[in-house]
Nanobody, 124 residues
């Protein structure tokens, strides 16, 4: 069992930056691939970024490629999502998620554990 807690969301102006964090419980964090997803009301939860067990490989959605960096610190049981050059369309609740395998890494249905989410609001 893995429990995930996101933090770091907030209100930021367009062009600004945020670093989201996701802290995981348990001693097996390094055996999970981690992902970030986001969701706005009325829309499907969409993939943002993912990272393998030891910090690589990494995957990004086209919508954030070049503006987002996912990283992890296995000693701290934490995964990060650095978002730069934020746009109003990045406004969403951001969720982190964990899974054992990386097949279909962008598919939300394949993740086993989810956090409660953190709100990111980008003002224009």
């Amino acid at each position: 069992q893995v429990q995930l807690v996101e933090s770091g969301g907030g209100l930021v102006q367009a062009g600004g930056s945020l670093r989201l964090s996701c802290s995981a419980s348990g001693r097996t964090f390094s055996s999970y691939a981690m992902g970030w997803f986001r969701q706005v009301p009325g829309k499907e939860r969409e993939f943002v970024a993912a990272i393998g067990w030891s910090g690589g490989p990494r995957w990004y959605a086209d919508s954030v490629k070049g503006r987002a960096t996912i990283s992890r610190d296995n000693a701290e049981n934490t995964v990060y999502l650095q978002m730069n050059s934020l746009k109003p369309e990045d406004t969403a609740v951001y969720y982190c998620a964990a899974r054992r395998t990386i097949a279909g890494i962008t598919q939300k249905e394949r993740y086993d554990y989810w956090g409660q989410g953190t709100q990111v609001t980008v003002s224009s």
